[in-house]
């Protein structure tokens, strides 16, 4: 299976799973930012957003953003979000106890695990609000896909998400 049907079916189940599967337009303030930004992407049936962010050392890493929101409060709230590993199985618990350490340092998002269908998934997301700047909305996206590139290259030595 090719690396971008990997990555179809990947951001399907979990947009699916994580944000719930309902057909909607695709959210024009994103849209706007990605443009601004000059980054590369496409929008899924459910109107999210995958980013083809590329790094200089010549990785790249694809990173999900939702059209969909969730109300906070007062707050409007959409998460970005990008895989960083995926095993079968369950998690070496010293990796797992790692990334939770790792959460408490963070200052935007965390490691989340994902397990479907016997397999587990590590995704590095960050639940931002929905009006963020354009500018704000693309170093979320930096640190989102840095982080999981990161993980993936430790992890696998590839460069497969």
Known sequence: M???RVLASVATVLTAVVMGASAQAADARVEKALKQADLPYEISEEGDFAVAHSFEDGR???VFITSKTTELGSLE????????Y???GTLPVDLANQ???QNRELVV???QVLV???ESLVLFGAQIPANVTDAE???VLEIVAGLADDLEEKMTKKDEF
């Open 99 to 101: 990334l939770l350490q």
């Open 77 to 84: 709230m959409r998460e970005i979000w990008s895989m960083g």
């Open 86 to 88: 995926a095993k079968p």
């Open 60 to 62: 790249a890493q694809a």
């Open 2 to 4: 090719t690396k971008r």
């Open 116 to 118: 479907e269908e016997g």
């Open 109 to 111: 998002g965390s490691w």
């Open 137 to 139: 909305l693309t170093d």
